[in-house]
């Protein structure tokens, strides 16, 4: 028999063991039965101690009641009795940029899947249960070092993209502490099409930071993926003026939902170090002028466009298809349904 249960205060989730407990018998002595023999079920789990401790106390009720089959001697009176289990431990996950686009789609789903969380960043997001805020700048030797004590998986998503040299800044740190830090498995989230994008200083920045996490000797995971829908609709928002929307001629996307991209990385997050995985794109490939007509479209008005060309790094980058992937994995929703979709407050907070 083997059961599933959570601890209440901090949600960690951990299976019973095929093993059983050590049940204390009345006389004090501990016994070791098997769970087929022994308990009916088990319940009403929690850590005995702080909600960091291994130790997890079950409540479990005997089988044996009723149903014929000969009692262990001993346990005749342990009904219902409790037992301790030595459980696996819960990784404990450091992630940084949970307050950004992607952070926040992955945190409820790494804290679903049992994991403890220590989320870094410099303004903390709302608590919850096996979450802990550290408020800091990831430019701080210290402050990384210290948030990393103890942490067995970095999932690093922080970025800067505004600012010349910040991605390589927010990494340095990271990659300075991770070797002597107890962190078994990197998580690197980077971009499709890195190689072909060099133009732009952002993407040499990525790669970059790419290569040096690849290059530090910690178990690592690099996950790449196509633009967001969430930030393609950002940037439609801010080309906008007075309802027209100026538009950088020759640009091609392939825009992926970040909560698709979010599963992935929880995924990731359960999994073994895997290398560089294969890229995750959204369904449907279209130039920036077809997603900004579908956009106004959904605005429900007539689209205004206007093409200007912009002196923009990315802009530049993202011409001949550079930035889309025909080999990528096909996740999410298209840019029109998730459009269709997106909650409320997304479209209140793109009307422009
Ligand atoms: N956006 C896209 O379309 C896209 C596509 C593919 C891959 N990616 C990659 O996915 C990752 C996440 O992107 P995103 O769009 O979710 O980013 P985002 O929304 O811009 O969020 C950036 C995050 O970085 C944190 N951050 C920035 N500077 C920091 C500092 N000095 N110290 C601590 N935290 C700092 C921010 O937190 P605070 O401001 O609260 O400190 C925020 O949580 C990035 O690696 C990006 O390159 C993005």
Request: glycine share 8%.
């Amino acid at each position: 028999m083997s059961a599933e249960s959570i601890c209440a205060p901090c949600c960690s989730r951990f299976s019973i063991p095929s093993e059983a407990p050590s049940l204390r018998a009345p006389q004090g002595r501990e016994q070791r039965l098997p769970y087929d023999h022994v308990l009916k079920g088990a319940s009403d789990a929690h850590h005995v101690g702080p909600c960091d401790e291994r130790d997890v106390r079950v409540s479990i009720s005997l089988a044996h009641e009723g149903d014929g089959r000969p009692r262990p001697r001993g346990f005749r009176s342990v009904r219902p009795s409790h037992g301790l289990i030595r459980r696996s431990p819960v990784k404990t996950v450091m992630l940084t940029g949970g307050t950004g686009r992607l952070g926040q789609r992955v945190l409820p789903l790494l804290l679903a899947q049992g994991f403890r969380v220590r989320a870094f960043s410099r303004r903390p997001g709302m608590p919850a249960p096996g979450l802990t805020w550290i408020q800091g700048d990831l430019c701080s030797p210290s402050a990384v070092r210290q948030a990393l004590a103890g942490a067995d998986t970095l999932l690093h998503l922080a970025t800067q993209p505004l600012q010349a040299g910040a991605d390589v800044a927010l990494a340095r740190p990271l990659l300075q502490a991770l070797p002597n830090s107890d962190i078994q498995h990197a998580i690197y989230m980077s971009i499709t099409g890195l190689e072909r994008m060099q133009t732009a200083p952002y993407y040499r920045e990525k790669l970059d930071i790419e290569r040096r996490f690849e290059d530090s000797g910690v178990p690592l995971t690099l996950q790449r993926s196509t633009q967001f829908h969430e930030f393609v609709m950002q940037l439609v928002q801010r080309l906008t003026v007075s309802r027209v929307t100026l538009m950088p001629p020759g640009v091609t996307l392939q825009p992926v939902e970040a909560r698709a991209v979010a599963h992935h990385l929880a995924q990731l997050t359960v999994g073994e170090p895997a290398g560089r995985v294969r890229d995750l794109a959204g369904p449907e490939t279209a130039t920036l002028e077809h997603l900004a007509r579908e956009w106004h479209l959904q605005q429900g008005r007539r689209p205004a466009l206007l093409e200007v060309p912009l002196p923009v790094p990315l802009f530049r980058a993202w011409k001949h298809q550079a930035a889309v992937s025909p080999e990528a994995q096909v996740v999410g929703q298209s840019w029109a349904s998730w459009l269709g979709d997106a909650a409320p407050e997304d479209v209140r907070a793109m009307r422009t």
